[in-house]
């Protein structure tokens, strides 16, 4: 067995392992346990290529965080901002571990554990974040929702999301790393449930598109297309355009030949996903393939794919 293929294996075992890990702590140097290395095809991970204007607005918005952490200790805002603007710098090891920090002190804090749970699954850790998103629930279970802060306005400034709707919303994406689709397309539901009145339009594609996979993954074809079929061909849309089109993709609207370059690694891997379904297997590796390499980051859920692609719940 090769180098690289003993490697991919190893982070494979690591990353897709039994619950049991879940219940053990998050270690408090995150990169130094290896979690921010490799893909799970053993790939390197690699630092996100800014431009020179953002990267020194991503600095200077780190350097705030962290003097805002200095001067108020003894505030939840404090850990999960400077955490979140780790994240958008892509250092998610980072953010991790100043979640990690956050939540020793407070330790029930549904808003760290959204947070960290969310850059858990980005490092390929989805037990850990699945069972932070879990116990984030649990804490909000019978307390009033808010909206969540956004660290990445849109275009109009609006908030879209509120806490549970997005905890829920991303435990259920998560859960398709670990084949747990039954509890994908459920909470997906519930997630869509709780979305604000105004913010329902922008939550219809990436609703669909998870849940159409979660269908096809259980080999329930015809509710698959159902997901996706009632999805209008115009939507008044503030975010997720491109989950739009990758919806129009699953639908038929759009076909693989009216694709450009500028398609994003969403609609990439909406056809990547039809390919397999279809039974193109080799033109659905080499897809998915480029979508983890040419990311600097990789992109999981194609990974979880090419690593493990009959994969069935442990939970």
Known sequence: MSARLCAAFSVLALTLSSTSLAQSPVPADTAAAGF???TLIGTPLRTPDFSPELR???D????IAEAALRIAPDREESFFWLGRRLGYAGRFCDAIDVFTQGLERFPDS???LRYRGRHLTRVRQFDFGLADYERAME???GEPDSFEPDGLPNALGLTLGT???NIIYYHAQTSFAVGDYDRMAEGLARAYALVPAFARDDMLPPTAFWTYLAYRKMGEDAKARRAVSEIPADLNLTENQEYHRAVKLLQGRLKPSDLTEDDGTLVKFALAMERRFTGEEAEAVRLLRELVTENEQGFWPAEVELADPHRKSRR
């Not at 200077?60 to 350097?63: K, N, R, S, V």
């Open 36 to 38: 921010c290395q490799r």
């Open 56 to 58: 020194e607005r991503l």
């Open 60 to 63: 200077q918005d780190i350097a």
């Open 110 to 112: 549904y808003r760290l």
């Open 139 to 141: 804490l909000m279970s």
């Open 163 to 165: 806490y549970k709707s």
